[in-house]
């Protein structure tokens, strides 16, 4: 890793492998429960004894998903986040640093987007946040999985909402991957991925 004498340039270079690898991961859990979602819908024997392990599986990848969601976008200023990075390249004594190193690293910047471009795809992507829906996330997070005060639950998201956050979180990290070139091979259809292969393994085992 090359470093630079910017903290903030540092922060994301050091951190950005750990972010996509968790953000893959949640991609990976909605598109397993997406799947999972297809197949207890459409299987024609509904009352079959595959019935319950599907749901428990799918209730459970959900519960990581929206999970890794809340972890990739922790508001913590000391946390390992999408939030913290954009906190960081949102500064354009950041973003130069940034670039310099890039260049340093990697050569001129020939290609389209430039390297310029993506970190403006990143800012832009962070801007399209519902943060309502967020919030209610973390609520349903910290209530609902973390800690098990299920009377004080108030607020929660939709299968419909989580899906909208998770493609966003997808949309950062593959700007991120694209801008910075770590080892985790990442791409914005990985969702739609799982959730076939999820269905064609489960179709098959079941017949």
């Given at each position: 890793m090359t470093k630079s004498t910017d903290p903030g340039v540092d922060f994301v270079l050091a951190n950005a492998p750990r972010l996509i690898v968790v953000a893959t991961r949640c991609a990976w859990s909605f598109?397993?429960?997406e799947g999972l979602n297809d197949v207890l819908a459409s299987r024609p024997d509904q009352q079959g004894e595959w019935r319950q392990p599907v749901s428990v599986l799918h209730r459970d990848a959900l519960l990581m998903a929206a999970l890794r969601?809340?972890?990739l976008l922790d508001a913590d200023p000391k946390a390992v986040?999408?939030?913290t990075?954009?906190?960081s390249l949102k500064e354009t004594a950041v973003q130069a640093a940034l670039l310099q190193v890039l260049d340093a690293k990697r050569g001129p910047d020939v290609?389209?987007?430039t390297r310029a471009d993506l970190i403006g795809t990143y800012l832009k992507t962070y801007g399209e946040i519902d943060w309502n829906?967020?919030?209610r996330l973390v609520?349903?997070?910290n209530l609902g999985i973390a800690h098990l005060t299920l009377d004080q639950l108030t607020k929660s998201v939709t299968f419909a909402e989580l899906r909208t956050m998770v493609e966003v979180v997808t949309r950062l990290a593959s700007t991120m991957q694209h801008l910075l070139q770590t080892d985790t091979a990442f791409h914005d259809n990985m969702v739609e991925e799982c959730s076939d292969q999820v269905k064609r393994v489960i179709n098959y085992d079941l017949g």
């Amino acid at each position: 890793m090359t470093k630079s004498t910017d903290p903030g340039v540092d922060f994301v270079l050091a951190n950005a492998p750990r972010l996509i690898v968790v953000a893959t991961r949640c991609a990976w859990s909605f598109g397993a429960a997406e799947g999972l979602n297809d197949v207890l819908a459409s299987r024609p024997d509904q009352q079959g004894e595959w019935r319950q392990p599907v749901s428990v599986l799918h209730r459970d990848a959900l519960l990581m998903a929206a999970l890794r969601v809340s972890v990739l976008l922790d508001a913590d200023p000391k946390a390992v986040s999408f939030q913290t990075v954009y906190h960081s390249l949102k500064e354009t004594a950041v973003q130069a640093a940034l670039l310099q190193v890039l260049d340093a690293k990697r050569g001129p910047d020939v290609l389209t987007p430039t390297r310029a471009d993506l970190i403006g795809t990143y800012l832009k992507t962070y801007g399209e946040i519902d943060w309502n829906m967020h919030g209610r996330l973390v609520h349903f997070r910290n209530l609902g999985i973390a800690h098990l005060t299920l009377d004080q639950l108030t607020k929660s998201v939709t299968f419909a909402e989580l899906r909208t956050m998770v493609e966003v979180v997808t949309r950062l990290a593959s700007t991120m991957q694209h801008l910075l070139q770590t080892d985790t091979a990442f791409h914005d259809n990985m969702v739609e991925e799982c959730s076939d292969q999820v269905k064609r393994v489960i179709n098959y085992d079941l017949g």
